[in-house]
């Protein structure tokens, strides 16, 4: 689905991009301090729209500052684009459901999982392994860490 506002982002964009995903769309009384905004609303994250927000962000320069609200899953994903494409940790704002559900990495076999429950275990959508959920986010996965939560028990 493309975003609602995408047309008209100037070349070299220096003001704030607020990209809101789902029923977040209420970023409007996001201040931006006078800098010029640029509104995108994206129903969830997917690779689709993901790459439209790798377009708007390619199209600015630096100086450029973004804005994600949205659940959870969906603002750490877009932020790691961001992150591709160059942005700083500093030039991006987050403002997620806490509630909403997490996006975990699994190191045994190398996927993502979404944690629908956010509870502290979930089940690996890839090689079916019990994941103890860790609080260690990885920006460049756009994923909380998961190890194996029964590993040290004898079978």
């Given at each position: 689905?493309?975003?609602?506002?995408?047309?008209?982002?100037e070349?070299?964009?220096?003001?704030?991009?607020?990209?809101?995903?789902?029923?977040a769309?209420?970023?409007?009384?996001?201040?931006?301090?006078?800098?010029?905004?640029?509104?995108?609303?994206?129903?969830?994250?997917?690779?689709?729209?993901?790459?439209d927000?790798?377009?708007?962000l390619?199209?600015s320069?630096?100086?450029?500052r973004?804005?994600?609200?949205?659940?959870?899953?969906?603002?750490?994903?877009?932020?790691?684009v961001?992150?591709e494409?160059?942005?700083l940790?500093?030039e991006?704002?987050?403002l997620?459901d806490?509630?909403?559900?997490?996006v975990?990495y699994c190191?045994?076999?190398l996927?993502t999982t979404?944690?629908?429950?956010?509870?502290?275990?979930?089940e690996?959508?890839?090689c079916?392994?019990v994941?103890?959920?860790t609080?260690?986010?990885?920006?460049r996965?756009?994923?909380?860490?998961?190890?194996?939560?029964?590993?040290e028990?004898?079978?």
């Open positions: 689905m493309p975003p609602t506002a995408c047309t008209g982002l070349p070299g964009f220096r003001g704030v991009i607020c990209a809101s995903f789902g029923a769309g209420d970023i409007a009384k996001q201040d931006t301090g006078g800098r010029p905004r640029h509104d995108l609303h994206f129903a969830s994250a997917t690779p689709n729209t993901l790459s927000l790798r377009t708007v390619g199209a320069h630096v100086g450029v973004l804005v994600l609200a949205g659940p959870q899953a969906d603002i750490r994903a877009a932020a790691a961001a992150a494409c160059g942005l940790e500093e991006v704002t987050l997620s806490e509630a909403g559900p997490r975990v190191p045994h076999c996927t979404i944690d629908r429950a956010a509870g502290s275990e979930v690996c959508q890839g079916a392994t994941l103890a959920i609080d260690h986010f990885s920006r996965k756009g994923a909380y860490l998961g190890y194996s939560a029964h590993a028990e004898a079978s």
